[in-house]
Antibody
Framework: QVRLQESGPGLVEPSETLSLTCTVSGGSITSDYWSWIRQSPGKGLEWIGHKHYTGKADYNPSLESRVSISVDTSKNQFSLNLKFADAADTAVYYC?????????????????WGQGALVTVS | DIQMTQSPSSLSASVGDRVTISCRASQSISDYLNWYQQRPGQAPRLLIYAASTLYAGVPPRFSGSGSGTDFTLTISSLRPEDFAVYYCQHSYNVALTFGRGTTIEIK
């Protein structure tokens, strides 16, 4: 059973970088794509981006200029950095595994999720 | 971006009721549509992918249908643990977006 656990500061000052780490257990981080998704009352569920350990990544165009996701295979972890945080980035941040191929067809759905981490920008 | 519109935004139902939730895409997405359930205080949970394929371990009272722009999630007989928020998500292209959710409340 794959398990994911977010960790990082719960409070970030405006204009600083929001950083979170997701630790994966029960499976190898080299097997799939890994994603960050956030949820706020105002915007609902918002996909931030995902990355494969080989370096291939996709990001939400609305956040792409401020976001980077990195993968650390030695620790079985992946991380999110969101630069120039402001109050609109206050949300619960989830890490998740992405399935990107089914029966030879590209797709994207999230089958394993972390419990979520509330980050407040203030 | 492809916009996903869910209806209704909320509904009241009783245990044992048959419930249907709709999701409409702003353009055709074939069957690249997934459904999630979110209970209070929990992360979303995958129910259905590719519009109609039940994810492993999900009870068969859940079913999905549709193609193109119009999709439906049906719960054949509501159980107490099904009172939650349900989200659709398209996977037609990499700019992934979710619907705003449908809350099923206890009548």
């Amino acid at each position: 059973q794959v398990r994911l656990q977010e960790s990082g500061p719960g409070l970030v000052e405006p204009s600083e970088t929001l950083s979170l780490t997701c630790t994966v257990s029960g499976g190898s981080i080299t097997s799939d794509y890994w994603s960050w998704i956030r949820q706020s009352p105002g915007k609902g569920l918002e996909w931030i981006g995902h990355k494969h350990y080989t370096g291939k990544a996709d990001y939400n165009p609305s956040l792409e200029s401020r976001v980077s996701i990195s993968v650390d295979t030695s620790k079985n972890q992946f991380s999110l950095n969101l630069k120039f945080a402001d109050a609109a980035d206050t949300a619960v941040y989830y890490c998740a595994r992405v399935v990107t191929m089914i029966r030879g067809i590209h797709t994207y759905y999230f089958d394993y999720w972390g419990q979520g981490a509330l980050v407040t920008v203030s | 971006d492809i916009q996903m519109t869910q209806s209704p935004s909320s509904l009241s139902a009783s245990v044992g009721d048959r419930v249907t939730i709709s999701c409409r895409a702003s353009q055709s997405i074939s069957d690249y549509l997934n459904w999630y359930q979110q209970r209070p205080g929990q992360a979303p949970r995958l129910l259905i992918y590719a519009a109609s394929t039940l994810y492993a371990g999900v009870p068969p009272r859940f079913s999905g249908s549709g193609s193109g722009t119009d999709f439906t999630l049906t719960i054949s007989s509501l159980r107490p643990e099904d009172f939650a928020v349900y989200y659709c998500q398209h996977s037609y292209n990499v700019a992934l977006t979710f619907g705003r959710g449908t809350t099923i409340e206890i009548k």
